[in-house]
Structures are given as C-alpha cells and as structure tokens.
DNA sequence: CTGACAGTAGACAGACCTGTCTGTTATCGT
DNA sequence: ACGATAACAGACAGGTCTGTCTACTGTCAG
C-alpha cells in the first residue's frame, strides 16, 4: 500500500534521536537541503531542545560527521583486525570501503557530498579533512609495511579510486562500481608493490 | 596593494555576460551558495534582463553545465585528432582530463559539484548524466579500439581515477594528484589491454 | 522627430531558513 | 507534596533567495 508506508520512530534521548535523524535526513538529501524543521520532526523533538544540545545546526553538522568518521574508523579496525600480511591488510581496507558503497543506501560519501560547494573554511570541509587526512595516513602506512616503492602515491591512488567508485554509484547508477573498483585496486597494488619502476 | 584589485568587466551581448559571470562565479564557489544578485552584478546587467533571456535560475544553470560540457568535449577532440593509435588516444583522453585538473583554478568537476547534494530529478544531475554518460561512452570505443578485453570495465576505472583525482585536488590540496592518476591509468590501461586476465 | 524596444535600477512579494523567546507540560529527586 | 529541571509546541524576528513589476533611459529605424 503506497502511501500508508511509515517511518519507525527514533529511540534514544533527544541528543540521539536529533543525531540519527540528522544522520538519516542530512545523509539522503544533504547538509544544506534539509532545514533544521525537518531535523527536529523526524527526531521528534523541540527545537529549542536541538539548540540547547548542539547549539547551532553547524554544530549538529559537525557531530553527523563525525559519527560517520568514528563509525568508518570502527569499521576499518575491524576489518584490520582479521587481515593477517602486510598486503591482505592494504586490501582489507579496501575492501571493506568497496563494501560500503555497494550497500542499497549508499550515496556516496558523506565527505564528499557536505563540502562538495562549501568555500574552504566551513564545518563540512573542516571534518572532511580530518576524515581524508585520517584515511590517507592509515593507507600510507599499511602501503609502507607493505613493500610500497611509493607509499604515499599509492595510498593517493587507492583513494582516487574510492571516491571514483563512490561517485560512480551516485553519478551514474552503476551498481558494477564496487566490483570495478576493487579490480582496480588490485590493480594498482600490484604495481605499487612491485620491486622497481 | 591588496583591496585595490578589480575584476575586468565582461564583454559581449548582455546574454553572454550573464553566461560568463555564471561560469566564473557557480563554478568557484558553486550553484547553490551563488546567488542572483551576485551573477548581475557582476555581468553587469538588470534582474530583469537575466529573466528575460534565460526566465530562471535553473535554465542558467543549465546553460551554464552545457557549456563546461561542450568545452570539454572540444578540447578532447582535439587531443584526440593529436594521437595516432587506438592506446594513445585513449590515454590522449586521459592526460587531457588530468592536464586540467592540474591547472591553478580548477576547483573540481563542476558537475560533481553541482549535484552533490541533489535529490536526482534536478538540473544539475540531469546534464551531469548527460555529460558522465558521453564521457563513458567516449572511453568504453576507445578501449574497444584498443582491444581492451573489458572495456566497459576499463572506461569505468578510468572514470574513477579521473574523479578521484579531482577530488583530491579540491579536498586535500593534493598538488601531486595530476601526476599520480596518470601513472594510475597507465597502470590500469595495461592491465585492461593485457592478453587475458 | 517619434515610437518601438532593449536594457537599467530598484522596490516588492512570497517563500524559506536559522535562531530566539514565551508559555506549558511532564518527570524526578527529595 | 513540591520545586527544579527537561522537554514540548509554536510564534516571532531577521535575514536571504527567487522571481515579478514599475518606472526610467538610451538607441535606432523610418
């Protein structure tokens, strides 16, 4: 039945429930789509409850973000964690990022999508380096312990990738991206690690 | 002597200033932040002659998507015209993308930009797919030419380098990024144009 | 000279957004 | 039982944005 489809309300404390719905609502349609009135009706919250928790809605921005900073680094470690060599743990995260962005509700990165238009100096660029800053370290040491000729070239590579694939599932609908990407990545590996140039 | 610098005034009918004012402001600082008053002011011309000859803002922004997309293809046609066989004008393709993506302003693909956050059914995601879908189609003959054994496969991964690479241009202020996808797509190239896989 | 027309300048309407403020209700510790 | 606190509902202010409208100016054909 169209029409009569509900969504589940949100459980939590208010700080939560305005963070989830942040998280949903800011995610699907972006930062600067969705107003702070639809925020606080999904949350189901007063919004004088949201500026007496968060401030302000680039404060609310800022916590969205990093909720997703902190849930991919979770994701990433554990993912880690079952890796064993050096190569299998570069791949690991790569993978891992490849599945994300097949899941049905991917749409693209949430880094990418905030800052896409902002000037340089707002929030969503801030934590979105954080995030790049954070995920090209991380790959610039596993490509180290890899073997990498070039660690810092193909942790910049294996990042083009995935936010090529990214873009590639919300762009062009392509649901092959995160196959093509990991192909990719494989790709690239082997030549990065490969002995000499 | 900063505070003294002035832009140069646009030339040209009052329909190609509002087209170059647009170009210049919606792609430094992006479709959505740019407003109205900013692109007359600075073609020069009244509100009233902007609705006129282009009757809103989303037919300008239109306008303003085409034309990035048919300098894009001018530009690649010729550098297509310039290689000789089908591998070299493949990868024409992609040093001509990379060759401006290295470029002191660019800030991005304008049409990634320009749909970041919309909800699918807008303007800017219209003419980003249409652009996006020749970019493929342009890559997917060339690596059939070249005797890729998946093209298809091999235009997408192209593609993502391409748009990784811009991205890291704009979100990490990556000065090496032109370099590094070009040594990118040579790698994939020779993978996708080896024998069997 | 004159009338049509393209363009300018700017006020205005209507919508939307963030953030504040007032007043009310409910819950919980003591 | 009761006071404090947290949260709710919603009006309101101040700003911005798109798009319309009025009134004025200059140019050019006939």
């Given at each position: 039945?169209?029409?009569?489809?509900?969504?589940?309300p949100?459980a939590?404390?208010?700080?939560?429930?305005?963070l989830?719905a942040?998280?949903?609502?800011?995610?699907?349609e972006?930062?600067?789509?969705?107003?702070?009135?639809?925020?606080?009706?999904?949350?189901?919250v007063?919004?004088?409850?949201?500026?007496?928790?968060?401030?302000?809605?680039?404060?609310?921005v800022r916590?969205?973000?990093?909720?997703?900073?902190e849930?991919?680094r979770?994701?990433?470690?554990?993912a880690?964690?079952?890796?064993?060599?050096?190569r299998?743990?570069l791949l690991?995260?790569f993978?891992?990022?490849?599945?994300r962005?097949?899941?049905p509700?991917?749409r693209?990165?949430?880094?990418?999508?905030?800052?896409?238009?902002?000037?340089?100096d707002?929030v969503?660029?801030?934590?979105?380096?954080?995030?790049?800053g954070?995920?090209?370290?991380?790959?610039?040491?596993l490509?180290?312990?890899?073997g990498?000729s070039?660690?810092?070239?193909?942790?910049?590579?294996l990042?083009?990738?995935?936010?090529g694939?990214?873009?590639?599932?919300?762009?062009?609908?392509n649901?092959?991206?995160?196959?093509?990407a990991?192909?990719?990545?494989?790709?690239?590996?082997?030549?990065?690690?490969?002995p000499?140039?």
């Amino acid at each position: 039945m169209a029409g009569t489809q509900t969504v589940e309300p949100l459980a939590g404390t208010p700080r939560e429930r305005l963070l989830a719905a942040a998280d949903e609502l800011f995610y699907a349609e972006g930062v600067h789509t969705v107003g702070i009135d639809r925020v606080i009706e999904r949350a189901g919250v007063a919004k004088a409850s949201l500026y007496s928790t968060y401030g302000s809605k680039d404060a609310l921005v800022r916590a969205y973000l990093e909720s997703r900073h902190e849930r991919i680094r979770a994701r990433l470690e554990q993912a880690l964690g079952r890796a064993t060599t050096p190569r299998d743990r570069l791949l690991a995260v790569f993978e891992t990022l490849a599945d994300r962005i097949t899941a049905p509700d991917y749409r693209g990165c949430a880094f990418v999508r905030a800052s896409a238009e902002s000037d340089g100096d707002d929030v969503a660029m801030q934590t979105s380096r954080e995030f790049r800053g954070w995920l090209v370290d991380l790959l610039v040491g596993l490509a180290r312990d890899a073997g990498a000729s070039d660690p810092d070239t193909l942790a910049r590579q294996l990042v083009m990738v995935y936010d090529g694939a990214g873009l590639g599932v919300r762009m062009d609908r392509n649901g092959e991206s995160g196959r093509q990407a990991v192909a990719a990545a494989r790709a690239l590996v082997d030549v990065g690690l490969a002995p000499a140039g």
